[in-house]
C-alpha cells in the first residue's frame, strides 16, 4: 500500500503545514492531497508545496464540479502537472448541494451527467486535441455562438491521473469505468462490497479490471489505549458528516453508510443533526461505527484495522494523523507509515 496524506489548507498556522508537508515527505508519505470545500482552494497550496517538495506527489482532493468549467480544471491540472515535474493527479468530486447551491450558487443536479462529460472534456484537453463536445451539460462550443472550437495552448499531457471522489453506486461505476483511481471516504473493509462492486462494474464496461485503479481510503489514525475516551472525542466529527454534509433530503455520507450496515443509526443521527439537537446526534453515533471507520485505538487495533483495509483491496492509505502538535501528528504518521510497511511493504 501506498502512504499518502490529506491536508486542509485553512486549518493550521501556513508555516506549519509546509513544515509538516515536508516531514511527511522525510518520513516515506509518497502523496498529499489537498482539500478544497468552503475554505482554502486547492491549486495555490498545490504550487507552493512542489516547490518545496522533492519527490511528493500531489492532488487536488477534490476540485468541486462546477466551481470551475471544464476546461478551466484541464488548465489548471496542466498547470500545476508542468510546475511540479509531473508530480500531480486531478482529483475531482461532486460535492453536496449545502456547498454548490449555499456557497457557489449553481444546481447541485445531474451529478453523474455533468462528471461524465467534465472528464470527457478534461481528457481532450489534456491530450491536446481540440475541444469539440456535444454534450448536454457543456456543449462546446457553445450553440448559436460566435466562439471556436479551442485547443489548449500548453504542452499536452495525457498522462494526468484522474481520480474521482464519489460515494453513491453509479457514480462508483462511473469511477470504474473513466478514472484511474476512487478517492474514496466513509469507508468499512468489512462491508467493501458495497463499494468496489459498483467500481468493478464500471470497469468492466471499459475492459478494465479494479487492479487497473487506485483505491484510495482516508481515515483518522490516532495511536492510545483509552480507547472509549478516544472515540467519544470522534463521534461530533462523524455526527457531522451524517447529519451537515448535505441537506435534508441529500446526504451522500449518510446513505454510504445505511449501504455498509449502518441504515437506522445514520437515519437517526441524521434526524436529530437537522432538528438542531446536535449533542444527541452526536451521542447516538455507535462506538462500532467510529471503529469502524477509522484507524483509531491501540497499536494492536490500528494494524488489525490495516490488515483488514489491505486485504479488501486498498492500494492507497490516506491518513489524517491525530494530536495536539505537529511534532505530535508527525510522531503519529510515523508510527502509522512503519506499521503499513510492515503489513504492506510492495507499493503499488
Request: aromatic content about 6%.
Amino acid at each position: 500500500m501506498r502512504v499518502a496524506i490529506q491536508l486542509a489548507a485553512e486549518q493550521a498556522p501556513w508555516d506549519q503545514l509546509v513544515t509538516y508537508v515536508c516531514e511527511a515527505e522525510r518520513l516515506g508519505a509518497e502523496m498529499c492531497w489537498v482539500a478544497e470545500a468552503w475554505g482554502c482552494d486547492a491549486a495555490t497550496p498545490i504550487g507552493f508545496l512542489a516547490a518545496r517538495t522533492e519527490r511528493m506527489h500531489f492532488g487536488s482532493g477534490i476540485m468541486q464540479l462546477g466551481a470551475r468549467t471544464p476546461a478551466m480544471t484541464a488548465m489548471t491540472a496542466l498547470t500545476l502537472a508542468r510546475i511540479s515535474g509531473d508530480r500531480y493527479c486531478l482529483g475531482l468530486g461532486a460535492s453536496g448541494p449545502q456547498v454548490m447551491e449555499g456557497l457557489h450558487g449553481i444546481r447541485h443536479g445531474a451529478a453523474l451527467g455533468r462528471m461524465r462529460e467534465t472528464v470527457e472534456i478534461i481528457r481532450l484537453a489534456l491530450a491536446g486535441e481540440r475541444i469539440e463536445h456535444p454534450g448536454t451539460h457543456f456543449p462546446l462550443p457553445l450553440p448559436g455562438g460566435e466562439g471556436r472550437a479551442l485547443r489548449l495552448s500548453q504542452p499536452a499531457n495525457p498522462g494526468i491521473p484522474i481520480y474521482l471522489a464519489t460515494l453513491s453506486p453509479r457514480m462508483l461505476e462511473l469511477t470504474g469505468e473513466v478514472a484511474d483511481g476512487w478517492l474514496g471516504t466513509s469507508f468499512v473493509p468489512e462491508a467493501a462490497a458495497a463499494s468496489l462492486e459498483p467500481l468493478a462494474a464500471g470497469a468492466a464496461r471499459a475492459g478494465r479490471t479494479l487492479a487497473d485503479l487506485d483505491i484510495c481510503q482516508g481515515a483518522e489514525v490516532a495511536f492510545g489505549d483509552d480507547v472509549e475516551a478516544m472515540v467519544v472525542r470522534r463521534k461530533p466529527g462523524l455526527a457531522f458528516s451524517l447529519g451537515g454534509m448535505g441537506s435534508a433530503t441529500t446526504n451522500y455520507y449518510a446513505r454510504a453508510y445505511a449501504r455498509q450496515g449502518w441504515a437506522d443509526a445514520a437515519t437517526e443521527v441524521q434526524r436529530l443533526w437537522l432538528a438542531g439537537r446536535r449533542e444527541e446526534a452526536a451521542a447516538r453515533v455507535p462506538d462500532e461505527m467510529v471503529l469502524a471507520t477509522t484507524l483509531i485505538g491501540t497499536e494492536a487495533m490500528v494494524r488489525e484495522r490495516l490488515r483488514r483495509w489491505c486485504a479488501a483491496g486498498v492500494t492507497t492509505v490516506r491518513l489524517y494523523p491525530a494530536g495536539e502538535s505537529l511534532d505530535a501528528r508527525l510522531a503519529t504518521l510515523a508510527r502509522a507509515i512503519e506499521m503499513i510497511r510492515e503489513i504492506a511493504p510492495s507499493h503499488r
